[in-house]
């Protein structure tokens, strides 16, 4: 068996790595448009059943690559969720869902010794451990250079139609497999539009700030201000921490739909919001940085995988902020139906299917499938 996966970020490295460890070639074409450049990550304290579902196959994903390519993959992550008061009926179910995928919740008094500060009278802080993990996904792109057998192209790939088959076109070469996995982010889209085809994905630019600030080591997600926080997750931090300071990354969903290429840099009105958010929670911060990278979304906001104009034409994408939490349990169905020809119960919500032939030209991004209390 001779799979081709077209593009080798979050997705198609785990997609590359599961095949060939099950023995299956595979020709990665990847053209290295963006890639991680700090630890991504990967939380089971999601909203909907089916998601809390695929981020804790994700971590069996996760440990199976650690165990097999022996290097920790996963690094564990204390959390803090900062919920309305008016919000937390709401999250004791959820938490309850949480707790059955092996978290450890409890609702916490006070976050100041978190480095934190309240912001107001009303807000609930739940603490959280074995829910999060920083995903060490720099180490897992580097050795899928180094597999025996996997073939990888640098290089931009294009798909066509012919006679309900698919080609694949790379430097001027032709090349054939039985399956051809497109994993290629928000460039999904584009590519299959230029075979003549349309989905249901849009690509959006998502953006972070970095800031220096005085030491934090939880992730957290504020639902009060609508910002995330998070250490950086690298090695400087070690030597920051010792002089009780941190760089830690912020972002909010907020972003608009736009075409890779199109933009040039993070948005002022992005860094404005976020740098004041984050003060008002962290106290004093100095912005030393921001990036932004390009993500997809459908339009229900989660993912999707399936089939696309041709039995052997295999799509896997729409992650928007989520890749590395759900990502890794979908890209697992991908190879097991490649395998066995089924898709497994859990991939069945996420099948391209739900949309039929019935979708918007285009939508706004909505609120993302991983935020709480919306
Ligand atoms: C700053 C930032 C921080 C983030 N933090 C997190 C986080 O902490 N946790 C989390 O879960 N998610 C996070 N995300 C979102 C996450 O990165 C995405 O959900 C994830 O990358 C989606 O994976 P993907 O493989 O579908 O797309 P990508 O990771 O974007 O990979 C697509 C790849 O396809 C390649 N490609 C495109 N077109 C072609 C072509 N024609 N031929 C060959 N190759 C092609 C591109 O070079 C790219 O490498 C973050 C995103 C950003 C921008």
């Not at 934190?116 to 995903?135: A, M, P, W």
Request: charged letters at 20%.
């Amino acid at each position: 068996m001779n799979v081709i996966i077209i593009g080798g970020g979050v997705i198609g490295t785990v997609l590359t790595h599961l095949f060939s460890l099950r023995g299956v070639n595979v020709t990665l074409i990847n053209s290295g448009l963006q890639k991680p450049r700090f630890p991504l990550i990967h939380s089971k304290l999601l909203r909907f059943p089916e998601d809390i579902r695929l981020a804790r196959i994700s971590e069996d994903v996760y440990m199976e690559l650690s165990r097999e390519l022996r290097v920790d993959v996963l690094r564990p992550m204390e959390s803090i969720t900062i919920i309305p008061e008016a919000c937390y009926n709401d999250a004791l179910h959820i938490m309850s869902m949480w707790y059955e995928v092996g978290a450890k919740v409890r609702v916490i008094s006070d976050v100041h010794e978190y480095g934190l500060k309240r912001v107001n009278d009303q807000e609930i802080y739940i603490f959280s451990t074995n829910g999060d993990n920083f995903v060490n996904y720099l180490s897992l792109m580097n050795r899928v250079h180094k597999i025996d057998g996997v073939n990888y192209i640098n290089g931009t790939a294009t798909i066509k139609f012919s006679d309900h088959d698919v080609r694949v076109l790379i430097n001027d070469n032709e090349l054939k497999g039985d399956y051809v996995i497109l994993a290629s982010g928000a460039w999904n889209s584009i590519m299959i539009r230029n075979a003549g085809l349309n989905v249901p994905l849009l690509p959006y630019k998502c953006q972070a700030a970095a800031f220096i600030s005085r030491g934090i080591s939880t992730i957290v997600y504020d639902y009060v201000l609508n910002i995330y926080v998070r250490p950086l997750g690298l090695r400087i931090d070690n030597a920051l921490n010792k002089l009780g300071l941190s760089i830690i990354v912020g972002g909010d969903g907020n972003s608009k739909v736009t075409e890779p290429g199109r933009d040039r840099g993070v948005d002022r009105e992005f860094l404005n919001e976020v740098r004041g958010k984050v003060r008002a929670r962290l106290g004093r911060v100095l912005l030393i940085g921001s990036r932004f990278g390009y993500c997809e979304i459908t339009p229900d906001m989660r993912p999707v995988v399936g089939t696309v104009g041709s039995e052997n034409l295999l799509l896997i994408g729409g992650f928007n902020g989520y890749g590395a939490e759900v990502g890794p349990a979908l890209a697992l169905a991908v190879v097991n139906y490649v395998i066995s020809g089924s898709w497994p119960d859990y991939a069945r919500p996420y099948l391209i299917d739900r949309f039929g032939n019935n979708w918007p030209s285009t939508w706004d991004i909505g609120v993302e499938a991983h935020e709480l209390c919306v």
